[in-house]
Each structure stands twice: as structure tokens, then as C-alpha cells.
């Protein structure tokens, strides 16, 4: 992935990240857009599974958290993506 297209990844995510913190509406559209942004990446399968989960129960609690915590995942593996080493490696 590019350093462009990590840092736009990284940015949606953040996106969404704020808008599950703040129960917003529109978190569903921000992480799809997220996802889509992120196909074929380590984020990809998991802000997918973060929209998913938002949109499939957006009003239960412990499925936002679970939706959060993938998002940041996600964003983790982004971050990683945009700095050239692996989620989690020593540099």
C-alpha cells in the first residue's frame, strides 16, 4: 500500500473511530467507507467486520465495543501500513 493510500486509511478509521465513541449516526457509512479504503490490506477484514457489526445491531453496547475495538485494530494496522513495518513489530 502506498504512503497515500495508508494515510487516507488511517484517517477514515480515525473517522469512525470518533463517531463509535460519540454514538454517532453515520458510523455505519464511515467505517464501510473505511473498509473499502482498506480492501486487501491487514485493516481490510477488520474494519469490514466493524461495519458489519454496526449496522447489524446499532443500538446494543456491547456490540459498538466490539465494533470499537476492531476499528482501532484496524487502525493499528493501518498506522503500521503508513510507517512500512508490520502491526505490532519492533522497527
Known sequence: MSLPDALRVVGL????????VRRDAVVGALLA???RAAEGT???PLLSEAA???RAEPGRE??????LSLCRMGLQEAQAD???RPAGGVP
Do not use: F, I, T
Not at 478509521?13 to 463509535?20: D, P, R, W
Not at 456491547?62 to 465494533?67: E, L, S
Open 13 to 20: 478509521a480515525s473517522q469512525a473511530e470518533m463517531a463509535l
Open 33 to 35: 467507507q473505511a473498509a
Open 42 to 44: 491487514p485493516a481490510g
Open 52 to 54: 458489519r457489526l454496526a
Open 62 to 67: 456491547a456490540v459498538r465495543q466490539a465494533a
Open 82 to 84: 503508513a510507517l512500512g
